[in-house]
């Protein structure tokens, strides 16, 4: 018996961090979907009682460290499975690049799992396992479009934004998720972006508005801390992108665009500029 499932991209259309809270997490309002970038994984069952994970991929952990790994044994403990099962992934998002690679394979592993071994296990429960390994599983359990409050974990579903292009670029450094939140000060935030108006933009499938309200208020720190980040934002504008955001903590930054042609345009104007660069529709 084999089950494949697809893992795909998320990036943020809009990241927001309300106050830090007295368990030392911060407060987010963010709006999260899903690009059509996205690692493949096939998960075929074994008789022995063992997780095996393998992955075309050189430069992630195959042990218990990887998400799809511990996603697995979470599964196999909560519901009591004795067979085991070996972890093909096709690695094509980039890693460390605030695009939830690793969320959405753990995801992916939950969703496949419950197939493979006919657990019936609600999406609503397969959230909550979510939950325990990573405040962006949950979303990416059940993907689409989403408004995510809290520490990331209540989230409400929202229509799909506009049907566009979305181009993006990956700098070659690794950017620390933890360093960029530490070195937020959630009472000194300059300019918060507005959640309602994406929120709104989306429901009325207005795309230059969409494009308008983008905004993240980790974007000012990574880009000060990485220059090479900010150049490429930069360059980003200038090639035509409707709108141009840094997804997550970074480093990837986004672009988006309606039409094809200027996707296309866009694309090989940064190819020069960046090694890491994939055109790909947003999923609605
Ligand atoms: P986030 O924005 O959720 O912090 P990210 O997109 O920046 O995530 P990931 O690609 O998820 O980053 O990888 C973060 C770290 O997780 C990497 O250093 C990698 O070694 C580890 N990791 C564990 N499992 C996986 C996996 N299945 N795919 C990619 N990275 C994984």
Redesign the pocket.
């Known amino acids: 018996m084999k089950v494949f499932e697809k893992a795909p991209a998320k990036i943020n259309l809009s990241l927001d961090v309300l106050r830090k809270r007295e368990d030392g997490y911060h407060e987010v309002e963010m709006v999260m979907t899903m690009v059509d970038l996205a690692d493949r994984l096939e998960m075929q069952e074994l008789n022995r009682d063992t997780i095996i994970i393998s992955s075309q991929a050189g430069y ?2 195959l042990d218990e ?4 790994f511990q996603a697995a044994r979470l599964i196999k403990d909560r519901y009591d499975v004795r067979k085991g099962v070996y972890i093909h ?1 096709d ?1 094509k ?1 980039p ?9 959405s ?1 753990a995801a992916a592993t939950l969703r496949g799992l419950n197939r493979l071994w006919k657990l019936d296990i609600p999406e609503d429960e397969l959230m909550a396992l979510g939950a325990e390994l ?1 405040s ?1 599983v949950p979303f990416c359990v059940t993907g689409g479009t989403a408004v995510a409050r809290g520490r990331g974990e209540k989230l409400e579903a929202i229509p799909s934004p506009p049907s566009c292009w979305v181009i993006l670029a990956k700098p070659p450094l690794n950017v620390s ?1 933890s360093e960029v939140y530490g070195k937020l000060r959630a009472d000194r935030i300059a300019r918060h972006p507005s959640v309602p108006d994406m929120i709104e933009a989306i429901r009325t499938k207005d795309f230059e508005r969409v494009c308008g309200s983008l905004g993240n208020v980790l974007e000012d720190i990574t880009l000060n801390l990485y220059p090479e980040v900010r150049q490429l934002k930069m360059c980003m504008e200038k090639l035509g992108t409707e709108g141009v955001l840094m997804s ?2 970074g480093p990837t930054v986004f672009g988006l665009v309606e039409k094809e042609a200027k996707a296309i345009r866009i694309y090989n104007g940064l190819r020069g500029f960046c090694k890491e660069v994939y055109a790909v529709r947003m999923l609605t």
Do not use: C, E, F
């Open positions: 992630i952990p460290k990887n998400l799809a992934l690695k998002i890693v460390a690049a605030g695009l939830a690679g690793g969320s394979d990573g962006d998720t997550g903590s």
